[in-house]
């Protein structure tokens, strides 16, 4: 595998620097070299705020995504500010209630119920889990067993259900 | 009737006419000068006439230097500190030793600033005082949740100003001390870095560098602060700096940030940025690491050496040692000689010497593909990835390109720098500052030098880095 490059987008306080470190934590204890960061103002909530992840099998040399492989956004905002960065070959998954893609995108974009599922699970907050365990279907980076192995003690059960289900959303998604 | 009380007077510690307060205060007129000098060339005070001694104490209670004790009729001579009597601690020679590291070796997951923080507590930091501010402050926060359970000391102080001088007080008591700040904490510690130059006192302080001056951009990174670094205190002598370019360096140049520290008693810069400190990033935790431990035998000279380029012991306080530890102008003992050319002249030179002339034991590099490149990248930091990044896509299109990487940055490398870069084509300096590196790169490569400085709060990004060897185009 060469690298891979995720870009997880949103608005400060829907967690989306938890995503990149998450997923780079579980691929990391998988073995693999994982390098993650993010970029915000020094506005704590609301603002738009990036968080990113690079999945290699070799060291990393420059550890920001230049070209994203998958997009995942949970705002509006964040799609307007990042979707035109994804090339042809990228992957854009959006959350299907509160984003409106674009249509004139040359990458293949796919809505995912996160904030539907995060709801029906009692819990609004955890949209951005569901859509990590959608990008870990859709790209097969890391297992399912890896992704719950790597999450924190605290709301362990929420968090590994919205997981569960985002995954298996992404797995719908891979191309055949 | 006069009592036989005992009046004694340790020599080498008087300063004898200069002083003679015990003379002044004395109701009995015990003291007179001595009529032969010390070692040091003083002519101590003597108590002449013990036996009209009344021991009113007045003396010893006013000698600034501690020199005289009065003992009573009958009274047990209280046991003598001196200078060079038994050793408090462990290893007072100090020198290299090799310890387990704290956390099970093995692979983590973890950011730059905790990985700075580990490093600190495996190299044996035990003391941390600090004023949090972004991008540093998950350091100060790993080293709040860490330090007690080690059975160190954490301490949020007032500012950053308080911050540096309790991690110097620390550091005369025998522990390892360390603090964390930005651009404008820096501004603001630099009198005190000064003074830890002055009376040689090692700690390390990290700089995350964020974009500048002032406040700036708080989240955003740059590389603006090389030169204050080395040039902030004034009285412009060296101290030492080095710069991470991962999150595993950010580990391991930590204990080395340390270890220099301690081997030439001087203050070690980490010149760190936002990037490598907020970056999540795979490393690997050795086993076990080389840490190098105060020299502490408490003698008579913790600020002199019979070398021009010597580093003195350096006891604590508490261990048996009389020590006076000013930021004026000191002789070998800590006395102040602020009107004395010659020590001062010493001094100074000494401060130098002692890291200029070891300069083979800091200078640390690396090197890549550069045995037939016409051209070098030199680079430091964050901005060395996105320089190698250009290098491997430049090699991968055939050009003879090569990346000379400074690890250290203070004292500059000047003789790594010439040997690398004398007779290429072009040498190039990418950097998110003004030309400070390329500056010295200029002074010291024997080639043409190109500065290419980006100073927006975003990281380099390679592909402009490529597009400037490919075009010419910046």
Same mark, same amino acid.
């Given at each position: 595998?060469?690298?891979?490059?995720?870009?997880?987008?949103?608005?400060?306080?829907?967690?989306?620097?938890?995503?990149?470190?998450?997923?780079?934590?579980?691929?990391?204890?998988?073995?693999?070299?994982?390098?993650?960061?993010?970029?915000?103002?020094?506005?704590?909530?609301?603002?738009?705020?990036?968080?990113?992840?690079?999945?290699?099998?070799?060291?990393?040399?420059?550890?920001?995504?230049?070209?994203?492989?998958? #997009? *995942?956004? =949970?705002?509006?905002?964040?799609?307007? +500010?990042?979707?035109?960065?994804?090339? $042809? !070959?990228?992957?854009?998954? &959006?959350?299907?209630?509160?984003?409106?893609?674009?249509?004139?995108?040359?990458?293949?974009?796919?809505?995912?119920?996160?904030?539907?599922?995060?709801?029906?699970?009692?819990?609004?907050?955890?949209?951005?889990?569901?859509?990590?365990?959608?990008?870990?279907?859709?790209?097969?980076?890391?297992? #399912? *067993?890896? =992704?719950?192995?790597?999450?924190?003690? +605290?709301?362990?059960?929420?968090?590994? $259900? !919205?997981?569960?289900?985002? &995954?298996?959303?992404?797995?719908?998604?891979?191309?055949? | 009737?006069?009592?036989?009380?005992?009046?004694?007077?340790?020599?080498?510690?008087?300063?004898?006419?200069?002083?003679?307060?015990?003379?002044?205060?004395?109701?009995?007129?015990?003291?007179?000068?001595?009529?032969?000098?010390?070692?040091?060339?003083?002519?101590?005070?003597?108590?002449?006439?013990?036996?009209?001694?009344?021991?009113?104490?007045?003396?010893?209670?006013?000698?600034?230097?501690?020199?005289?004790?009065?003992?009573?009729?009958?009274?047990?001579?209280?046991?003598?500190?001196?200078?060079?009597?038994?050793?408090?601690?462990?290893?007072?020679?100090?020198?290299?030793?090799?310890?387990?590291?704290?956390?099970?070796?093995?692979?983590?997951?973890?950011?730059?600033?905790?990985?700075?923080?580990?490093?600190?507590?495996?190299?044996?930091?035990?003391?941390?005082?600090?004023?949090?501010?972004?991008?540093?402050?998950?350091?100060?926060?790993?080293?709040?949740?860490?330090?007690?359970?080690?059975?160190?000391?954490?301490?949020?102080?007032?500012?950053?100003?308080?911050?540096?001088?309790?991690?110097?007080?620390?550091?005369?008591?025998?522990?390892?001390?360390?603090?964390?700040?930005?651009?404008?904490?820096?501004?603001?510690?630099?009198?005190?870095?000064?003074?830890?130059?002055?009376?040689?006192?090692?700690?390390?302080?990290?700089?995350?560098?964020?974009?500048?001056?002032?406040?700036?951009?708080?989240?955003?990174?740059?590389?603006?602060?090389?030169?204050?670094?080395?040039?902030?205190?004034?009285?412009?002598?060296?101290?030492?700096?080095?710069?991470?370019?991962?999150?595993?360096?950010?580990?391991?140049?930590?204990?080395?940030?340390?270890?220099?520290?301690?081997?030439?008693?001087?203050?070690?810069?980490?010149?760190?940025?936002?990037?490598?400190?907020?970056?999540?990033?795979?490393?690997?935790?050795?086993?076990?690491?080389?840490?190098?431990?105060?020299?502490?035998?408490?003698?008579?000279?913790?600020?002199?050496?019979?070398?021009?380029?010597?580093?003195?012991?350096?006891?604590?306080?508490?261990?048996?040692?009389?020590?006076?530890?000013?930021?004026?102008?000191?002789?070998?003992?800590?006395?102040?000689?602020?009107?004395?050319?010659?020590?001062?002249?010493?001094?100074?030179?000494?401060?130098?010497?002692?890291?200029?002339?070891?300069?083979?034991?800091?200078?640390?590099?690396?090197?890549?593909?550069?045995?037939?490149?016409?051209?070098?990248?030199?680079?430091?930091?964050?901005?060395?990835?996105?320089?190698?990044?250009?290098?491997?896509?430049?090699?991968?299109?055939?050009?003879?390109?090569?990346?000379?990487?400074?690890?250290?940055?203070?004292?500059?490398?000047?003789?790594?720098?010439?040997?690398?870069?004398?007779?290429?084509?072009?040498?190039?300096?990418?950097?998110?500052?003004?030309?400070?590196?390329?500056?010295?790169?200029?002074?010291?490569?024997?080639?043409?030098?190109?500065?290419?400085?980006?100073?927006?709060?975003?990281?380099?990004?390679?592909?402009?880095?490529?597009?400037?060897?490919?075009?010419?185009?910046?």
């Amino acid at each position: 595998m060469s690298e891979l490059g995720i870009v997880f987008a949103g608005q400060g306080g829907q967690g989306v620097r938890f995503l990149s470190t998450l997923l780079g934590r579980a691929c990391a204890a998988r073995g693999k070299q994982a390098a993650s960061s993010a970029s915000y103002g020094p506005e704590v909530r609301g603002t738009f705020t990036r968080a990113e992840v690079i999945i290699s099998d070799a060291p990393i040399v420059y550890p920001r995504v230049l070209v994203p492989d998958v #997009l *995942a956004v =949970l705002s509006q905002e964040a799609y307007d +500010r990042v979707h035109r960065d994804v090339p $042809a !070959a990228g992957v854009i998954l &959006y959350d299907a209630e509160t984003v409106v893609p674009a249509e004139d995108v040359p990458a293949r974009q796919f809505p995912v119920p996160a904030f539907q599922i995060a709801k029906e699970l009692g819990a609004p907050g955890i949209a951005n889990v569901v859509l990590l365990g959608a990008v870990a279907g859709l790209t097969g980076v890391i297992d #399912l *067993a890896g =992704l719950l192995e790597a999450l924190p003690e +605290r709301g362990r059960d929420l968090n590994a $259900a !919205a997981l569960t289900r985002g &995954y298996a959303i992404g797995e719908g998604l891979r191309m055949p | 009737m006069p009592k036989p009380h005992r009046v004694t007077i340790v020599e080498s510690l008087c300063k004898g006419q200069a002083c003679a307060l015990c003379a002044q205060v004395c109701p009995a007129s015990v003291f007179r000068p001595a009529d032969h000098p010390t070692p040091q060339g003083i002519m101590p005070m003597q108590a002449a006439y013990p036996e009209k001694c009344t021991a009113c104490h007045q003396c010893d209670q006013l000698c600034p230097d501690l020199a005289i004790d009065v003992i009573a009729e009958g009274a047990e001579p209280a046991p003598l500190p001196a200078r060079g009597g038994p050793f408090p601690r462990p290893n007072p020679m100090g020198g290299w030793v090799e310890r387990p590291a704290l956390l099970p070796a093995g692979s983590y997951f973890m950011s730059g600033n905790e990985a700075c923080a580990e490093g600190a507590l495996a190299a044996g930091c035990r003391f941390y005082a600090g004023y949090p501010i972004t991008p540093s402050s998950e350091i100060m926060v790993h080293m709040a949740h860490r330090l007690p359970a080690l059975g160190g000391t954490f301490t949020q102080m007032e500012d950053e100003l308080g911050s540096i001088a309790a991690v110097i007080g620390a550091s005369w008591g025998g522990v390892k001390a360390m603090t964390a700040t930005s651009g404008p904490g820096i501004s603001l510690m630099l009198e005190n870095i000064g003074y830890a130059i002055m009376t040689e006192t090692p700690c390390v302080i990290v700089d995350v560098q964020r974009a500048g001056p002032s406040t700036g951009q708080a989240s955003r990174p740059a590389q603006g602060d090389i030169m204050q670094a080395r040039w902030g205190a004034h009285g412009g002598v060296d101290l030492i700096a080095l710069a991470p370019w991962s999150v595993q360096e950010m580990y391991e140049l930590a204990i080395r940030a340390f270890n220099l520290s301690e081997r030439f008693r001087v203050p070690v810069f980490l010149l760190a940025d936002e990037i490598v400190s907020h970056l999540y990033e795979t490393i690997t935790i050795p086993p076990a690491v080389r840490t190098f431990e105060r020299v502490r035998l408490p003698q008579d000279m913790p600020f002199d050496t019979p070398e021009i380029d010597g580093v003195p012991p350096m006891p604590a306080f508490g261990e048996g040692a009389y020590l006076l530890v000013t930021g004026s102008t000191h002789d070998g003992r800590g006395y102040r000689r602020t009107t004395d050319a010659a020590v001062q002249d010493k001094l100074v030179r000494r401060l130098s010497a002692k890291i200029r002339h070891h300069q083979d034991e800091i200078d640390d590099w690396e090197a890549y593909m550069l045995e037939d490149a016409e051209r070098v990248l030199v680079a430091c930091g964050s901005t060395a990835r996105s320089a190698l990044w250009a290098v491997q896509a430049a090699r991968r299109q055939g050009q003879p390109i090569g990346l000379l990487r400074l690890r250290s940055l203070w004292p500059f490398p000047d003789t790594v720098v010439a040997a690398h870069c004398r007779g290429r084509g072009e040498i190039i300096v990418p950097e998110m500052n003004l030309g400070q590196l390329a500056g010295e790169v200029r002074r010291a490569a024997g080639a043409p030098v190109t500065s290419l400085t980006q100073v927006d709060g975003e990281p380099i990004d390679p592909r402009r880095i490529l597009a400037y060897l490919q075009e010419g185009r910046w």
